[in-house]
């Protein structure tokens, strides 16, 4: 499967020159996956997807995802209590 990869890429870019896509490999569209469903679904459920038995592998993987969300969290907090002093 992994050799496909790059295979479908140069096709897609031969084809379309216009857009082409950047080289990846098959464990990159799992990391991107994993990191697209982390944005709102529970960790429990993406180890699942993932084949992780435990989810604090997932969190431990995944951490920088988590660690972003936390600082989206308390960008959007203090936006709020701006607001509510306005």
């Known amino acids: 499967m992994s050799a496909l ?3 479908l890429i140069s096709a897609h870019n031969s084809t ?3 857009s082409p896509l950047p080289h ?3 464990h990159d569209l799992r990391h991107v996956h994993a990191t ?3 944005a709102g679904v529970p960790v429990h459920v993406v180890a699942a997807r993932l084949g992780h038995a435990d989810p604090a592998i997932t969190l ?3 951490a920088h995802v988590i660690h972003e969300q936390a600082a ?3 960008d959007v907090f203090a936006h709020a209590v ?3 002093d306005a």
């Open 82 to 84: 701006k607001e509510s």
């Open 16 to 18: 379309r020159p216009g």
């Open 24 to 26: 990846a490999r098959l």
């Open 60 to 62: 431990r993987v995944y």
């Open 36 to 38: 697209t469903l982390l």
């Open 5 to 7: 990869m790059p295979k």
């Open 72 to 74: 989206t969290a308390a």
